[in-house]
């Protein structure tokens, strides 16, 4: 069966890409466990990026160096130095957990969720955006009409490439329009997130899965401190509505925010 289907998401050079995958997925021949192991196919498939150092359009090193992969040691190792500032943290305590009123508890550090209105656009717009071809060097998108911005190398000029729409309403889109103004509100802010794909578990055992994306994210604030106001029937803590208000309106969906006692605690 593997065979059925591994072939087609794969390119000429036998190398299984992305949009060969999203396109199965989305015609309907995949299921999850095809996902799971086009995942892993792709992973094991080591690829290496080339470049070459110029200096007056001559040559003067080429390094070729393995590309990271989510799952790939190369991938692991950026992470590790990407989380560095929660290592630089230990396990710091932003207040105590076992106190039981609360007060004058505050705490910087956040773990927060994005969900997701699937009536907002189809499944593959939600992931991969709306895009439109542009042309480097050429802002009108005439290339017989270039005026390049400084800094643009002569031989790029006129090169095609695509770009994401102004307001696309894409996950990555959306979430970099939040973080910019989170970071306008609040100040300087350190962040870990992780985009994941809705999925319900039935009483059957069957993953019933509408596959649109929601956001997991811990948010580290430097500039800012939050009021800690209660803890919920779920045993999770909140801060207070006026500041999660504050947040939530800067995302269009739901937004639930917890507030972390420690490091551990929101990693953990």
């Not at 957990?97 to 927060?112: E, Q, S, V, W, Y």
């Not at 899965?209 to 997991?216: E, M, R, W």
């Not at 919920?232 to 803590?237: E, G, L």
């Amino acid at each position: 069966y593997l065979a059925d289907w591994s072939d087609s998401i794969k390119d000429d050079r036998g190398r299984v890409r992305l949009h060969k995958a999203r396109c199965a997925f989305l015609e309907g021949p995949f299921d999850f466990g095809d996902i799971t192991s086009a995942y892993k196919m792709w992973v094991a498939c080591a690829e290496y990026g080339k470049i070459n150092v110029k200096k007056d359009g001559v040559v003067l090193e080429t390094i070729i160096s393995k590309l990271p992969k989510r799952g790939n040691d190369i991938y692991r190792w950026k992470m590790k130095r990407r989380l560095g500032f929660l290592e630089s943290l230990g396990d710091s305590h932003f207040f105590d957990p076992k106190d039981r009123n609360l007060h004058g508890a505050k705490t910087r550090m956040l773990f927060i969720t994005l969900t997701w209105d699937p009536k907002t656009c189809d499944l593959e717009t939600a992931w991969s955006g709306r895009k439109l071809e542009k042309v480097v060097g050429c802002p009108d998108n005439d290339p017989y009409n270039p005026s390049p911005r400084k800094g643009t190398k002569p031989e790029n000029v006129g090169d095609h490439y695509q770009s994401h729409v102004k307001g696309c309403p894409c996950v990555s889109c959306r979430y970099n329009r939040f973080t910019t103004a989170l970071r306008m509100k609040f100040g300087r802010v350190k962040i870990f997130r992780n985009f994941e794909a809705f999925g319900e578990s039935t009483a059957d055992g069957e993953v019933h899965a509408d596959g649109y994306p929601h956001v997991h994210a811990v948010l580290l604030f430097e500039d800012h401190a939050f009021t800690v106001s209660h803890r919920d029937r779920h045993n999770h803590f909140r801060i207070l509505r006026a500041d999660k208000d504050k947040i939530a309106d800067l995302w269009q969906f739901h937004v639930d925010v917890e507030a972390c006692y420690s490091v551990q605690g929101a990693m953990g």
